[in-house]
């Protein structure tokens, strides 16, 4: 079974998603790939578990400048590509930012092999259904660009900025494909 419900945040109105193991989507209403991963197959229904009560006080305290000092219970679902890119998103520290590239790098040292591409760990960024949770805000082009955020380039800008993050280093692109 898979519960969800919703949270009003700043940055406007979120779906969370659980099944009884852990939080399976963390989305910003209208995002670019919403509610990718929820099993159209499995019985959804909206209602708070222990896991989504327990989502809902992370994000307020998130959202109030704070970084959590708790983990939540995650069920994420993906290739195994993904889920270790995913995995290397959740060692960002908060208010911290790392590239495609060194995102890249790291699989590439971890699997032996010589090279990556940075555009398939963009794409499996973008595909992360766990936003903020798994901190896909956090990642950024080497050449400073803010581009890439499934939220909206305006959410991961705030985000940073919550984070305390160094803006002045950091810029919009004007055009793009991950706009």
């Not at 945040?9 to 779906?15: E, Q, T």
């Not at 595909?127 to 400073?144: F, M, T």
């Not at 890439?148 to 494909?177: C, N, Q």
């Amino acid at each position: 079974m898979i519960y969800k419900t919703h949270y009003d945040s700043p940055l406007g109105g979120m779906l969370l998603s659980a099944d009884d193991k852990g939080l399976t989507g963390l989305w910003f209403d209208e995002q670019k790939y919403f509610v990718y991963g929820l099993a159209e197959s499995e019985a959804c229904e909206e209602q708070e578990n222990s896991i989504l009560t327990e989502a809902k006080h992370w994000m307020d305290i998130y959202f109030s400048g704070k970084e959590p000092d708790f983990d939540l219970p995650i069920s994420l679902s993906g290739t195994d590509f993904q889920k270790k890119v995913w995995g290397i998103l959740c060692t960002i520290p908060y208010g911290k930012t790392m590239t495609y590239g060194q995102i890249a790098a790291q699989l590439a040292a971890e699997q032996g092999a010589a090279h990556m591409s940075a555009q398939a760990v963009g794409g499996a960024v973008g595909h992360n259904p766990l936003s903020i949770l798994v901190p896909c805000h956090r990642v950024v082009g080497a050449n400073g660009s803010l581009t890439g955020y499934a939220g909206g380039i305006d959410r991961k800008v705030k985000l940073l900025t919550l984070e305390g993050v160094d803006m002045s280093r950091f810029f919009v692109p004007k055009k793009g494909t991950a706009l």
